[in-house]
């Protein structure tokens, strides 16, 4: 089955202790992205990437770290999480950016930073 | 200013009636128009793309875009209690469309 898999689901964590968020894709897609998804705010985009060790910043980069060295993964990392990133992480990946295929996501991943 | 706009809601119809929901935008280099659906506990899915202006329909959903006042619609017709989810406006550039600006969504409740 064609999916985008992030893990974990849910996770509480302290504020300052690094995280990763995993992400994973079985489509063979070029384009992977992470959003963040805010009660009133919507879905905003943290970072996308357009092909392997391309990366790019969304709206809301800053606290956040990722990586691209494999095509099929493209992990969110949260080096020192404070809790103003408390909220529900969404990773996708597009076959050619977001216009013509759009983007499939994930199931998302509840983050809470107490 | 946000560069797109979209009313929360939460709109309430009834099975059966016509839905309208609407985007603003501030952004004139937007050339890709895109509505997402979200159910509860998921993930958006691409419901409907469009490219510049002009209309497109797929079904009961038709989607309309119009540069000139940058507003975007989405139309569902014989609205269904199936139909009740978040529905998201997104946008992106000719050129970059790695990078897609969603509206804040509205949430549709559709009574049988």
């Known amino acids: 089955e064609a999916q985008v898999t992030q893990n974990p689901r849910y996770l509480i964590t302290v504020t300052g202790k690094k995280l990763t968020v995993t992400c994973s894709q079985n489509?063979?897609?070029?384009?992977m992205s992470w959003y963040r998804q805010d009660p009133g705010l919507g879905l905003r985009q943290i970072y996308y990437?357009?092909?392997?060790?391309?990366?790019d910043k969304g709206d809301v980069p800053e606290g956040y770290k990722v990586s691209r060295k494999e095509k099929r993964n493209f992990p969110l990392i949260l080096e020192s999480p404070s809790p103003n990133q408390t909220s529900l992480y969404f990773c996708?990946?597009?076959?050619?950016?977001?216009?013509?295929?759009?983007?499939?996501f994930g199931s998302g991943t509840r983050l809470t930073v107490v | 200013q946000k560069e797109v706009e979209q009313d929360p809601g939460p709109l309430s119809v009834p099975e059966g009636a016509i839905v309208s929901l609407n985007c603003t935008y501030s952004?004139?280099?937007?050339?890709?128009f895109m509505w997402y659906r979200q159910y509860s506990r998921k993930g958006p899915e691409l419901l409907m793309y469009?490219?510049?202006?002009g209309n497109k329909e797929d079904g009961r959903f038709t989607a309309q875009v119009d540069k000139s006042s940058k507003y975007i619609s989405l139309f569902i017709r014989d609205s269904q209690p199936s139909d009740s989810a978040t529905y998201l406006c997104?946008?992106?550039?000719?050129?970059?469309?790695?990078?897609?600006?969603f509206g804040q969504g509205t949430t549709l409740q559709v009574k049988p």
């Open positions: 996708a990946s597009s076959q050619g950016g977001g216009a013509y295929y759009g983007y499939t």
């Open positions: 489509m063979n897609h070029e384009y």
């Open positions: 990437s357009m092909n392997v060790e391309v990366t």
């Open positions: 952004n004139s280099a937007f050339q890709y």
């Open positions: 469009t490219y510049s202006s």
């Open positions: 997104a946008m992106t550039f000719s050129g970059n469309t790695g990078k897609l600006i």
